[in-house]
């Protein structure tokens, strides 16, 4: 190893410490001797200058230093141990090895000892050993009980200043931990940003309203141009305004942020009112972006806010699934108030926000910013700023050719090229180093990646690279110490012997497979701890060309990670990257035996991630597999596992069977739910508090079954009804005893069960919660329910002012292709219909259809032309047409409907 590596190697650690927490927690065991004092004209310039090294240093005093001088590190505790023990130590050989002979040495060990009691007169410590014996050149000590209580109640009282003890136990949530992540990211990315003041000064020209008009802005660019670094600055700029309500989500800077889904759930999170409901799934999201967006801005208003200002940088690293890269999500008209910044590559993200050839021209789409190619004296000015850092420079002929490369506009490029001229050893070709670095900024990466394999641990280095661009969120130094332990470290090579100890790679060679990615690398997250991705996505193209070009090698690693997080332990590390290397890898058999396992099912079925449990079942064959799957895993798992007790088994069946009704698998859920209720009526009798979770589970169930059937006509239907009238009694009655604090839960308990009811009393102690907690969304869902209880009264005008009530907070609250806004529809349509056929008023069949068709129209958006909700309200489309006498319109829609359907 060279100079350069075992100095970076050890510095580097404690730079790390630095930047992760201002004041290491740092120990320096000071003794009589002074440690290796290298040659300064070894020491490499830039090392020199980094470290402020001074001629006589030793390593061990540049840690010193490092870690614990500079600055006033009120973490660092530094332990002088007393020579008293050396009078008792007979063999010269030892004692020559325990003390320093060279007096220049031991003159600068005095000086290192006086400046440490002078700078930290309360953190330095004397402490003595006992001398126990010498057997075969070695020196056995004793007595160290009350140094390492001194050290153990150091660190206690340090750590407990920065984790105060009132904190523990208090758990962050998911809005909390989200936004953390991407705040970092921000910070990281906004410390320095040059060349790009027009753009600011543009982009707050556009909040600040210069720009008058309401549309998105758009910042396009090619990979590299600073984008990111440009976002990130104008962000921490706005969040000094008190004007503003902000919000920034970072595409692709940490886990899970590529997902459309979690970034439209970190925005509800933020700006929705608490107790509002989330939509379920992504395609009900998407449609409820728009009136989230509206509603968030009118909320801000109320709040004192001049605008809501929204950055969602880097579009085009969505996960394309389905039309997200479409962007319908995403407002073209912004509600008054709000400003929306978001930047993205060439590609089907920026063309969706461009304008269409035959568009008027006062009907702009967005505002487009290109961030253009940083002019030549800024390109000067970087690289002039980079190498400085390390005591380097370039002479003008060298600056010349360096950035007239067509890259060299790319801010990117020309971080990636500085650091390869800055480790280049031979000053007589630095010339020509500079004429043969590549234009582009694959290639580029590509020189730079080849070297440092080379340089800093060949296969390691390989398999690092491919490890984390192969994993779905990145990976833990923890998970990587072990991964680069298994063998062979990559495809084809040779089992190595020394590689690992007791089943991890060892730090040492580690810190140097760490040094040369160093810059490429970044944790995701608020701590080092985090897991490691690459700091930038071209860094993935460039690892892909290089060793995952075909889909053996990438096969390969997927491989390679299922093999290690099969045997994971940390349940929620296995979820996240388990059966996604699985899906990867084509293995449906291991995926399914994967997300039956009851830990797997558990970690999964959570708000954030069973979106993707239910995507995996999609990939494996469809929901009906997964029910019967589930089914049969469940029963094996109770008898193998002999759980006879009812307490023991009837929580785990509730939460599958709720899967269940979530993916429509209605029959099955039915069956697990009612053995369920069954036994623990048996067991309990009808009060105990264990009926809640399941009885309002079935409640959902027949509710959400009923809406299947042709109202009131199909015979599936009556049997929900009267189900759903004896089980929601039961619901009713155990939800009030044991909840009626949580009055946004029972509210809903209510409003489900006030369905198949005889009266309104649950639909009206419903409403009067909602409206009494300023549930808006519970509102209109009752408004609705109430309505169509009392569709027959003598007077007509009550539940039509419940209905247009319910749709007016629906539209607001839901947005138009909404379930809730459909059967608003539907419901007040089916008032007008049962009235026609009383009286025969042509008025309310005309009406009846505008609503019905409004009913189809949502239902074809959300849910798709051949759901069993769509077949039933087609029909009703249909049937009222011919009532009318409009056959042929009702032959249009007659065209549409499948030949065979249970709704029908």
């Known amino acids: 190893m060279s100079i350069r590596e075992t100095l970076t190697t050890c510095l580097s650690e404690l730079d790390r410490c630095r930047e992760e927490n201002i004041y290491p927690y740092f120990l320096s065991l000071v003794s009589e001797r002074f440690g290796w004092v290298p040659k300064i004209e070894e020491i490499p310039d830039d090392i020199r200058a980094r470290y402020k090294w001074m001629p006589g240093m030793s390593v061990t005093t540049s840690e010193i230093m490092v870690g614990g001088y500079w600055g006033q590190n009120r973490n660092a505790l530094f332990l002088m141990r007393t020579p008293d023990y050396l009078d008792h130590v007979k063999d010269e050989k030892v004692k020559s090895y325990m003390t320093e002979k060279n007096d220049d040495h031991k003159r600068s060990l005095s000086t290192l000892k006086k400046k440490l009691r002078t700078k930290y007169p309360k953190q330095v410590h004397d402490y003595s050993c006992t001398y126990e014996k010498e057997a075969e050149g070695k020196l056995y000590l004793s007595g160290f009980e009350e140094m390492g209580k001194r050290v153990l109640q150091h660190f206690k009282t340090m750590l407990s200043l920065q984790y105060p003890t009132d904190s523990l136990g208090l758990s962050p949530t998911l809005k909390d931990v989200l936004k953390l992540e991407h705040e970092t990211f921000m910070f990281q990315r906004s410390q320095v940003l040059l060349g790009r003041e027009e753009s600011v000064q543009m982009i707050h020209s556009y909040i600040d309203d210069t720009v008058k008009e309401h549309v998105p802005l758009v910042l396009a660019g090619f990979p590299g141009s600073g984008k990111s670094a440009l ?21 692709g800077a940490t886990p899970g942020s590529t997902d459309l889904f979690q970034i439209l759930q970190r925005f509800f999170l933020e700006f929705m009112p608490e107790g509002t409901k989330m939509p379920d799934d992504l395609q009900e999201m998407k449609r409820y972006a728009h009136t989230m967006f509206k509603y968030a801005a009118q909320v801000a208003k109320k709040e004192g806010y001049q605008k809501i200002v929204v950055f969602l940088d880097a579009l085009n690293q969505m996960d394309d699934d389905g039309d997200a890269h479409y962007l319908v999500w995403l407002p073209k008209k912004l509600p008054e108030g709000m400003r929306i910044i978001v930047s993205t590559l060439e590609g089907k993200c920026l063309n969706s926000l461009r304008d269409d050839p035959d568009r008027k021209s006062d009907e702009k789409k967005s505002i487009e910013l290109s961030v253009d190619p940083l002019v030549k004296s800024i390109r000067k000015n970087i690289v002039c700023k980079i190498l400085a850092e390390y005591n380097k420079r370039l002479d003008d002929e060298q600056l010349e050719i360096l950035t007239d490369k067509p890259d060299a506009g790319r801010p990117l490029w020309l971080t990636v090229a500085c650091e390869e001229l800055r480790v280049f050893g031979e000053f007589r070709k630095l010339t020509q180093k500079i004429r043969d670095l590549p234009i582009d900024m694959i290639g580029l990466l590509q020189v730079v990646l080849g070297r440092i394999v080379k340089d800093h641990g060949n296969e390691l280095v390989q398999a690092t690279l491919c490890l984390v661009e192969t994993s779905r969120f990145g990976l833990l130094e923890t998970e990587l110490f072990e991964l680069l332990a298994m063998q062979p470290s990559i495809p084809g090579a040779k089992i190595a012997d020394d590689l690992a100890f007791e089943g991890r790679l060892p730090m040492a060679k580690w810190a140097l497979v760490y040094v040369g990615l160093r810059q490429f690398l970044r944790p995701c997250g608020s701590s080092g701890e985090g897991r490691l991705d690459f700091h930038h996505r071209t860094m993935s193209k460039a690892v892909r060309k290089m060793y995952l070009s075909d889909q053996v090698a990438q096969r390969w690693w997927h491989q390679r990670l299922t093999e290690y997080f099969d045997k994971c332990t940390d349940m929620e590390r296995k979820a996240e990257e388990l059966p996604y290397h699985l899906e990867c890898s084509a293995d449906k058999e291991k995926l399914k035996e994967v997300l039956l396992s009851q830990d797997m099912f558990k970690e999964m079925y959570k708000d954030n991630s069973k979106q993707q449990l239910m995507k995996y079942w999609r990939f494996i064959g469809g929901y009906q597999i997964a029910s019967e799957s589930y089914y049969d895993s469940l029963k094996r798992f109770i008898t193998d596992n002999n759980l006879t007790e009812v307490l023991d088994w009837a929580p785990i069946q509730s939460k599958t069977a709720s899967f269940l009704v979530d993916i429509g698998e209605y029959t099955i ?117 109430l309505g169509e209880k009392n569709q027959y009264h003598s007077d007509l005008s009550i539940p039509t002012e419940m209905f247009n009530k319910s749709m007016g907070l629906c539209s607001s609250m839901f947005g138009k292709f909404h379930l809730n806004t459909a059967r608003c529809a539907q419901l007040h349509g089916q008032m007008l219909w049962n009235n026609w056929t009383n009286n025969r008023k042509p008025e309310f069949l005309e009406n009846c259809l505008v609503l019905y068709q409004q009913e189809v129209e949502i239902l074809c958006e959300v849910q798709g032309d051949l759901h069993p909700n769509t077949v039933r309200s087609r029909e009703d489309v249909i049937i009222i047409l011919q009532n009318l006498g409009r056959d042929e319109e009702a032959k249009k829609y007659q065209d549409q409907q499948p030949n065979e359907h249970s709704a029908l």
């Open 669 to 785: 859920a039915e069956d697990m739910l009612n053995e369920v209720i069954t036994t623990l009526v048996e067991k309990y009798g009808k009060d105990s508090k264990e009926l809640c979770e399941p009885t309002y589970c079935m409640v959902n169930l027949l509710f959400k079954k009923a809406l299947q059937y042709v109202y009131g006509a199909h015979p599936g239907y009556r049997e929900c009804r009267i189900k759903g009238l004896k089980i929601s009694e039961l619901c009713v009655a155990v939800n009030k005893k044991y909840f009626s604090k949580d009055k946004q839960y029972l509210g809903r308990v209510l409003l489900t069960c006030g369905y198949f009811e005889r009266g309104t009393s649950c639909l009206e102690e419903a409403m009067n919660m909602f409206e009494n907690i300023n549930d808006q969304q519970g509102l209109a869902v009752a408004l609705y329910m």
């Open 231 to 251: 976002i990130a600055y104008t962000v921490k700029q706005c969040l000094t305004n008190k004007k503003y309500k902000v919000f920034y989500h970072f595409i």
